[in-house]
């Protein structure tokens, strides 16, 4: 009973998780924790009824050899530890503080964010641009994009796909961004230093609306939150 009962407190806090990590870790929780509850149940209420009905004329207890030399080990274990106790407890608080002191140096991001090595931006006109007016802007915006020496490709798309999973007004436009490894750039030193480039570049367009992401970032977000940008 108390064996199971740590189990399940154990997995109880992945449901204060939010976001990406809530939704990856607390359907698991939960399956664990139905899964625990119900054999615990078995446990106690089906398996003694069972038993009480298959084994009528009472069970033959034997002991396991490796279970008998397991508990003469445990024994002896156990005899000369209280025998120490100060040496016991000593060591015990010796480790406490030695995990304590790695505290600092352990992250405190549950997913950290990917380098996906690829730029998406979400450049949105005016509501009223016509699809001319977005196929005149997206090259202009690609080859403004191109001139970074980090960028090895942009493509953009306008609109919604082919496939039609994906609806867009055509005054969205949505550039893919294909960067070189970091090693090799010359104008930022990381991703945020040169979408900020980048976005400064490109203000030149009044009443242009940029979005940076990154492909699968994006996609996490609008099946979380429904928004087509990064959560603030």
Same mark, same amino acid.
Request: proline share 6%; hydrophobic share 50%; aromatic share 8%.
């Given at each position: ?47 003694? *009824? ?17 279970? #008998? ?5 445990? +024994? ?9 106790? +100060? ?5 015990? #608080?010796?480790?406490?503080?030695? *995990?304590? @002191?790695?505290?600092? /140096? ?25 699809? %001319? ?13 191109? @001139? ?17 999973? %994906? ?8 550039? /893919? ?11 930022? +030193?990381? +991703? ?12 030149? /367009? ?14 996490? %977000? ?6 087509? #940008?990064?959560?603030?």
């Amino acid at each position: 009973f108390f064996a199971v009962t740590i189990i399940m407190v154990v997995f109880t806090p992945l449901f204060s998780l939010e976001g990406v990590e809530g939704k990856l870790f607390q359907p698991m929780a939960v399956s664990i924790l139905f899964a625990m509850g119900a054999s615990l149940a078995v446990s106690l209420i089906v398996v003694p *009824a069972l038993a009480s009905y298959l084994f009528r004329h009472g069970v033959k207890a034997r002991t396991s050899p490796l279970v #008998a030399v397991l508990e003469k080990v445990y +024994r002896r274990t156990l005899t000369a530890a209280m025998g120490h106790k +100060r040496w016991v407890l000593g060591g015990a #608080a010796c480790l406490l503080v030695a *995990a304590l @002191a790695l505290l600092p /140096y352990l992250g405190t991001e549950f997913v950290p964010e990917l380098e996906e090595g690829t730029i998406n931006l979400r450049a949105t006109l005016a509501p009223s641009s016509s699809l %001319d007016t977005a196929l005149e802007v997206a090259p202009k915006l690609e080859a403004m994009l191109m @001139a970074f020496p980090e960028v090895t490709y942009a493509l953009s798309r306008i609109g919604r796909a082919e496939i039609g999973g %994906d609806p867009e007004p055509v005054n969205n436009i949505e550039i /893919y961004i294909g960067l070189k490894p970091v090693p090799e750039w010359t104008s930022a +030193r990381n +991703r945020h230093e040169l979408q900020a480039l980048m976005e400064e570049r490109l203000e030149q /367009y009044p009443g242009l609306l940029l979005n940076f992401s990154q492909p699968i970032a994006t996609r996490v %977000d609008e099946l979380l939150s429904g928004v087509k #940008a990064q959560l603030a």
